[in-house]
């Protein structure tokens, strides 16, 4: 069996897809999304294409070898988001020609089911709880948040005013469900190191914290170090990170409680079963940044249930609202969940179907993205 296509669809301002076909008529899907650059990805889909005509499809992990090693200038966002979806086409079609899904072939399930954490957002601490006691009825035993929301809306963001939403939230939250949720405190890196500390010192005082997520800019790894050294509070962060070599620091300093890779940012469900062995010898668990669609979410199910040191998985699909507005127009068989819960992915390969007419009929919807930009009081950038 040969490679003889690499088909690319550029649909959304945050979603690239890409089918893998072969000259034995066995092909596998994959997806390449990564936030506000997907015209990056889909032309560095294009250059690396070369590299895999004629090339035999079961070789999963010398091709990624080789889209890696082989450009000389490599990593970063838009390499990595396009191995990421040709590794994850690749065991899409591995999968399928052998009839068995991809933690089959990553080693079996490590676990029965994993557990699924959902989202809160909104624009008042009311809200907040409403949704949070909503997401609890539905059995999710973990929530995560950032506020922030009506700082978004007029494209300003204020360190103090920031910690200060966040610790209302939380404990309009922990009112409403009790403490047999766990929350998540998702900081998305705007914080300025003292800042940080000042909001770990107020979650420190505060039960039910499963991680604080993100609360630097990830740029300088030693930061979170300087964190870590002043807090007890768990840490997490990686959902930014391109592959194993993103993490050697934090993993090496003690820095992080939790990684966060992401399988369309880091290389793959072949980088993320790497990670996940990298972490697991520091004591660090696994916590998968999972919001993109459907066929990076079977891959982030199907790598959590192979891998050991997975500790919670983020769904977006635990959220009732979310799976009544999921695109079933393009994909069927999106993983479910059950009381917070996932179940064993079913079907060969990633057991997503695409409907590829649907697809191309999207790409014509196509807009150019421009992220949400963020000023401080005195008018400077922040982060978003």
């Known amino acids: 069996m040969r490679i003889t296509a690499i088909k690319t669809w550029l649909i959304s301002p945050t979603a690239v897809y890409l089918k893998i076909e072969t000259d034995e008529g066995v092909s596998g899907f994959g997806e390449a999304t990564i936030l506000y650059f997907p015209q990056s990805v889909h032309g560095m889909l294009k250059d690396i294409e070369p590299y895999l005509i004629g090339e035999d499809p079961f070789r999963i992990e010398f091709l990624w070898q080789s889209l890696f090693r082989d450009l000389f200038m490599r990593g970063g966002p838009a390499h990595m988001a396009a191995i990421s979806g040709v590794d994850m086409a690749l065991y899409d079609l591995k999968g399928k020609a052998l009839g068995l899904p991809v933690y089959e072939l990553l080693g079996g399930p490590v676990r029965d089911r994993v557990r699924l954490y959902g989202h809160v957002a909104g ?54 469900v009790g403490d047999e949720v766990e929350f998540i405190v998702e900081c998305h890196g705007r914080y300025d190191l003292q800042w940080a500390v000042l909001l770990a010192k107020e979650l420190e005082k505060r039960s039910g914290i499963l991680f604080m997520e993100d609360p630097l800019r990830q740029e300088n790894p030693k930061m979170m170090s300087w964190l870590r050294a002043q807090t007890c509070i768990p840490l997490a962060t990686g959902e930014r990170a391109h592959s194993r070599w993103d993490f050697r620091e934090l993993f090496e300093s003690g820095s ?107 790409v014509s919807d196509f807009r150019q993205p421009v992220q949400p930009r963020l000023r401080g009081l005195d008018g400077s950038v922040r982060d978003w």
């Open 123 to 176: 624009r008042s601490a009311g809200e907040f709880a409403a949704k949070a006691r909503a997401l609890a009825a539905e059995g999710v035993t973990a929530i995560r948040f950032r506020g922030f929301h009506n700082s978004d809306d007029i494209r300003q963001f204020d360190f103090k005013a920031g910690v200060a939403e966040q610790l209302e939230y939380l404990d309009a939250m922990r009112d409403a």
């Open 256 to 362: 992080i409680n939790y990684a966060r890779p992401d399988v369309c940012h880091c290389g793959g469900i072949t980088e993320m079963m790497k990670i996940a062995s990298f972490a697991q010898v520091y004591g660090v668990s696994l916590v998968p940044h999972n919001t993109q669609g459907p066929l990076a979410m079977a891959a982030c199910l199907h790598s959590a249930f192979a891998i050991d040191n997975v500790a919670i998985v983020e769904a977006a699909f635990a959220n009732p609202e979310n799976r009544d507005t999921k695109p079933e127009v393009f994909a069927r068989g999106w993983p479910t969940s059950v009381d917070g819960w996932a179940m064993p992915p079913s079907g060969p390969g990633l057991g997503i179907d695409i409907d590829e007419g649907a697809l191309d009929e999207a």
